[in-house]
Nanobody, 119 residues
Framework: QVHLVESGGGLVQAGGSLRLSCAGS????????MGWYRQAPGKQRELVAR???????NYADSVKGRFTISRDNVKNTVHLQMNSLKPEDTAVYYC?????????????WGQGTQVTVSS
C-alpha cells in the first residue's frame, strides 16, 4: 500500500507562482511513473506533468515552459513548480503514481490540493 499526500495549493493571482509537493510513503515497488494531474470543474482529469522511470518527463502542452516537475528518488517525493499561472490553471491537482510489484501494477492517487488562480 502506498499513500500520496499533496501540499502547496492555494490562491494566487495570475502571473504568480506556486510549488506543489507530493510525499509518498508505504511499500514502494518499481515506480513506472509519478506526477501531477488536474481536474477542473466539469472537466475530465488530465495529465499536467510526470516523470517516467528512466527520468524523462512528459508535460501537457498548456504548461510547457511554465511548469517544472522534479523528483527526489530517495524520499519518493515529486514537486511541481508552477510559474506564470493563468486562471485556466485553476483546478484540483492530484499526485498520481503507477507502481509495479512482482506480479501486479497499481495506480495510486493523493487526495488532491486546490489551486485557484484569480484574474
Amino acid at each position: 500500500q502506498v499513500h500520496l499526500v499533496e501540499s502547496g495549493g492555494g490562491l494566487v493571482q495570475a502571473g504568480g507562482s506556486l510549488r506543489l509537493s507530493c510525499a509518498g510513503s508505504g511499500s514502494f515497488g518499481s515506480i513506472n511513473h509519478m506526477g501531477w494531474y488536474r481536474q477542473a470543474p466539469g472537466k475530465q482529469r488530465e495529465l499536467v506533468a510526470r516523470i517516467i522511470s528512466g527520468g524523462s518527463t512528459n508535460y501537457a502542452d498548456s504548461v510547457k515552459g511554465r511548469f517544472t516537475i522534479s523528483r527526489d528518488n530517495v524520499k519518493n517525493t515529486v514537486h511541481l513548480q508552477m510559474n506564470s499561472l493563468k486562471p485556466e490553471d485553476t483546478a484540483v491537482y492530484y499526485c498520481g503514481a503507477r507502481i509495479s510489484y512482482s506480479t501486479s501494477t497499481y495506480d495510486y492517487w493523493g487526495q488532491g490540493t486546490q489551486v485557484t488562480v484569480s484574474s
